[in-house]
C-alpha cells in the first residue's frame, strides 16, 4: 500500500495484516554531490515503488525520509529511531529502510529496524524498459530478504 488517500483508507480497515512499512531514506545536498543524492532517490524510490507492488495488502510504503546529506549520524538515527516509535505505535511488526547513502552503514548497530543499503545505478541515461528491468532483477533479491525477515517471528 502506498501513502496515498485511497491505500491510507485501506489501511485503516485491514491494519491487522498490514505488519510490514518501508521507508526509503535519500539524502539531500545542494553541493557537488547533488547528482549523486537525486540519483540515489530515483533509484530507491523506484526500488521500493516495485516491492510494494509484489507486497501488496501487507506492507505500506510510507513517504521517504529526507535528510541533508551533512547532517551527523547520530542525528539521522534520532530521527529515525523516532519514526520506529511511530510505527511500532502503529503496529508494524516490521520495518525496512532502504537507502543508497553509504554513511548509513556506519550506524546501522544504533538503528532499530532492518536497515537495506543498495547500491544505486545511475539510470538518468537508460532506455525505461532496461531500467525497470534492472529495478526488478534487484526486487527480486529483496523480496526474499522480506520473507526471511517475517519468517523470524
Known amino acids: 500500500m502506498n501513502w496515498n488517500g485511497k491505500d491510507t483508507e485501506m489501511f485503516q480497515q485491514q491494519k491487522e495484516y498490514i505488519d510490514?512499512?518501508?521507508?526509503p531514506l535519500v539524502p539531500?545536498?545542494?553541493?557537488?554531490?547533488?547528482?549523486?543524492?537525486?540519483?540515489?532517490?530515483?533509484?530507491?524510490?523506484?526500488l521500493t515503488m516495485l516491492l510494494e507492488k509484489q507486497f501488496k495488502g501487507?506492507?505500506?510504503?510510507?513517504?521517504p525520509f529526507s535528510y541533508m546529506k551533512k547532517q551527523s549520524g547520530e542525528e539521522k538515527v534520532a530521527a529515525i529511531n523516532e519514526w520506529v516509535d511511530e510505527f511500532d505505535h502503529a503496529g508494524f511488526k516490521h520495518?525496512?529502510?532502504f537507502t543508497s547513502d553509504s554513511d548509513w552503514k556506519l550506524v546501522e548497530d544504533q538503528m532499530e529496524g532492518t536497515l537495506i543499503w543498495v547500491p544505486s545505478v545511475p539510470l538518468e541515461h537508460m532506455e525505461d524498459?532496461?531500467?525497470?528491468s534492472l529495478i526488478e532483477e534487484q526486487a527480486k533479491q529483496f523480496v526474499n530478504i522480506i520473507v526471511q525477515k517475517w519468517q523470524k517471528i
Open 20 to 23: 510490514t512499512v518501508i521507508m
Open 95 to 97: 520495518k525496512f529502510f
Open 58 to 63: 501487507r506492507m505500506l510504503l510510507v513517504p
Open 28 to 46: 539531500i545536498s545542494f553541493d557537488s554531490d547533488m547528482k549523486q543524492a537525486a540519483s540515489q532517490y530515483e533509484f530507491i524510490q523506484l
Open 129 to 132: 524498459s532496461y531500467k525497470y
